[in-house]
Every structure is written in structure tokens, then in C-alpha cells.
């Protein structure tokens, strides 16, 4: 297993909040508090509008990289109001996600369409970010493994039979939908069990990188007083947050989690 594949990843998904200006204003507060660290990758998906202002504030700490929240299946064309992975590689971002349940639950992406968006990231060059997880019902009708095999099966499917090319370096979310923005957080003990389910599809699957190489992370509120305890959950690499994502004082101290500050 290679340790500096499953260097911890902290990543922000900032959703629908912040303009330009809030986002320089976050920086500008966030990089005063959280000096780069070579041992973490710190991660930021803002909105696709505040991308440039984003680049543009960071200069000269190229240690916060930048991700783009969604990308069309199609490289390019007449879809109004939608941005590509060819466009997110043009601007230089490093990182696209796929497959929130955010998109999946009111964009009606299927497991299909997320394959298709991973693809594109991958072709552009990206590094897609995986984002998996269960609904409270499934969770209750003891439906976990399933949805997560399925979710994941299909994207790997999908990736086997287009040819184009291998998923190197995967990175995936392990993203209970129950506990997406509602203050209510797996313990360490589901997201070990998910992060467990989520390498056993990988290994399962005849593809020519061992599935310890995995970055897994966990997301659903995740905030500073819960950060060590996730991380220190078996198989959990790193966290991505919504919410305690957008204060500068709360995602310092949750990048900051385990560091000599
Ligand atoms: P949350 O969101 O931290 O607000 O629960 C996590 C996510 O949707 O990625």
C-alpha cells in the first residue's frame, strides 16, 4: 500500500453559497489561519461562478487546490447553464465530483449518468471524487451493501466497457444521505463498516490497482468536535464537508485535525 496515495484529503463543498466576493473574504480569513501542509491535501469545490475569484485570491498558495461540484456528460454543446470537465481542465482545476446525492436526489442523476460524468472527469484529466451512500430507508431495510455495491458497480462497469482508460488514484465519499447537512453524523464505528463494504466492491473487482490504494472519505456533518474521531476511524482518509466548510474558523480547525498546527 502506498501511504502517500491515502494521505489524508480534507475537501469543502461549498454547494450553492458563496459569490465572488465571500469567497475572497473566506480566503483571505483561511489562509492566515491554516499555513500549507505538506502531509494533507486540502480540497475546495466552490460554485462554478466563484471559481475564478477563488484561483485568483489563492495566488501563491497553490497548496489549496480546486475542484468544479458537477460537470455535463457531454464535452460540449447547446446545454444551457452547464459547465464540462474540458472547461474545469482549461481553468486549471485539479478535482470534479461526482455523484452527491444532492445531484442524484434533485438533478435526477442516475447511476449511469455519474459513471458517464466520471468519465469525462477522467478524460479531461481530473480527479474525480466518488460520492456514494445510502437513505435513511435503505439504511433501515438493511440495504447498505447493496446500494453501495450498486452504486459503485455501475460507475466500474461503466469505466470497463468505454475504454477510456483506468481510474488510477481513486478517490470515493462515503456519504450517508441521512446524515447530509442534518446535524446527525455516522459514528466511527458506520463509517468504518461503509468505508469497510466500499474497499471489499474495489477489491472484488479484477482492476489492476489493490483496493488499499483507495483514498475513502467520510461526509455528513462533519464539523471541528467530531473531525478526530472520524479520522481516526479504520479505513477513513479524509473528510468532505458541506456546512462547517463555509466558516473559515470552523474548516481551519477541522484541516488542521491531527497536525502539529
Ligand atoms: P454537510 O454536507 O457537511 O453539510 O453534512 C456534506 C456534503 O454534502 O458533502
Redesign the pocket.
Known amino acids: 500500500m502506498s501511504e502517500a496515495v491515502r494521505q489524508p484529503v480534507l475537501a469543502a463543498?461549498w454547494?450553492m453559497f458563496k459569490g465572488p466576493e465571500t469567497t475572497r473574504a473566506f480566503l483571505d480569513r483561511f489562509m492566515r489561519l491554516y499555513p500549507a501542509h505538506s502531509d494533507r491535501s486540502v480540497v475546495f469545490f466552490p460554485a462554478a461562478i466563484s471559481l475564478s475569484a477563488f484561483l485568483a485570491a489563492r495566488s501563491g498558495r497553490d497548496d489549496l487546490e480546486v475542484g468544479i461540484q458537477d460537470v455535463h456528460t457531454e464535452v460540449e454543446g447547446a446545454y444551457t447553464g452547464a459547465v464540462s470537465a474540458a472547461m474545469a481542465a482549461e481553468a486549471k482545476l485539479g478535482w470534479g465530483l461526482a455523484g452527491?446525492?444532492?445531484r442524484r436526489r434533485d438533478f435526477g442523476d442516475e447511476d449511469a449518468t455519474v459513471g458517464a460524468k466520471l468519465r469525462r472527469l477522467l478524460e479531461a484529466g481530473l480527479r474525480p471524487i466518488l460520492?456514494v451512500g445510502e437513505t435513511l430507508e435503505e439504511r433501515r431495510a438493511g440495504r447498505l451493501e447493496e446500494v453501495l455495491s450498486r452504486q459503485m458497480e455501475s460507475v466500474l462497469d461503466g469505466l470497463a466497457s468505454s475504454g477510456c482508460g483506468t481510474w488510477h488514484d481513486k478517490v470515493l465519499?462515503y456519504?450517508p444521505v441521512w446524515?447530509?447537512?442534518?446535524g446527525e453524523t455516522a459514528t466511527p464505528r458506520d463509517a468504518a463498516e461503509a468505508h469497510g463494504l466500499i474497499r471489499e466492491v474495489l477489491s472484488r473487482r479484477a482492476t489492476d490497482e489493490p483496493a488499499a490504494t483507495a483514498t475513502i472519505l467520510y461526509?455528513?456533518?462533519?464539523?471541528p468536535d467530531n473531525i478526530e474521531a472520524l479520522l481516526a476511524a479504520e479505513g477513513v482518509d479524509g473528510v468532505?464537508?458541506?456546512?462547517?466548510?463555509l466558516d473559515p474558523d470552523s474548516f481551519a480547525q477541522i484541516c488542521l485535525a491531527g497536525s502539529d498546527r
Do not use: D
Open positions: 463543498n454547494k452527491h446525492s444532492e460520492c465519499a456519504e446524515a447530509i447537512g442534518t461526509g455528513g456533518s462533519v464539523k468532505l464537508v458541506g456546512g462547517a466548510s
